[in-house]
């Protein structure tokens, strides 16, 4: 889930990460339900733009 917009003109510019890569990044398993949540709402409001 990654989705970059730049700015060029009146265009904005937008930049998300998955919050899951984050949790195998730091072998903190215990985030994992955290970050799918966060994750989900990420990508509800990516879906939006």
Do not use: C, W
């Not at 919050?19 to 949540?37: C, F, H, R, Y």
């Amino acid at each position: 889930m990654q989705r970059r917009r730049y700015e060029n003109g009146s265009t904005t510019v937008v930049s998300a990460f998955d919050p899951m890569a984050m949790v195998k990044l730091s072998g903190n398993e215990t985030l994992a339900s955290i970050a799918q949540d966060v994750r989900a709402k990420l990508q509800n409001v990516i879906n939006h733009l």
